[in-house]
């Protein structure tokens, strides 16, 4: 039960942007634009956008957000979407590249302690081929998930235990992107 009344059955942080839809349309602005490729310098896709901000809350421990980029990653992956539950089960023997790794390794950090994402880091991923706008993206996706995970998880908003639910959303955000509707729906 949500620590306050939010709509009846709407789940995640659709039900605290319709509660509060002066700060819901600037949250769902802030994940089109870092979760759908558009950034001149990065050349991260949106699959691989969604997978990070699934890591994040998996390390978070924030099951509605996971389990929904997730499906989003997984749809987006298309026909190797076993890529996304293995990189969440076991990210250094996923099927992955060697960039995505040293991005996860800079998102682990930035979920952990930001403070300790090092010259190191930065420096593995630049050598692994990512470029600044990579690394921008993927601590700013870190940085904004550990907020949305501990805003959805701080209220305790409702989260679905159906998986049929989250490939249903995963379909709709992957499609849609993250469109602001203040009117209720599942996802």
Known sequence: MAHITLPEGIPGIRSLAMYRPDTGQPLYALAQALLRAGSPDS??????????????????????????????????????????????????????????????????????????????????????????????????????????NRYVDGLATLTPTDPATYADMGEMLATKGYVYINEPQTA
């Open 43 to 148: 050349t991260l896709i949106n699959a691989e956008r969604e997978l990070i901000a699934a890591f994040v809350s998996k390390q978070n421990r924030t099951d509605f957000c996971m389990n929904s980029h997730a499906a989003a990653a997984r749809y987006l992956y298309a026909d190797q979407r076993e890529v996304v539950d293995q990189t969440l089960d076991d990210t250094s023997a996923a099927p992955i590249s060697a960039k995505l790794k040293a991005l996860l390794a800079i998102a682990d950090h930035v979920q952990a302690d930001a403070r300790t994402v090092s010259v190191d880091l930065v420096a593995a991923a630049h050598d692994k081929g990512a470029t600044d706008g990579d690394i921008h993206d993927t601590v700013l996706i870190a940085a904004s998930f550990c907020m949305y």
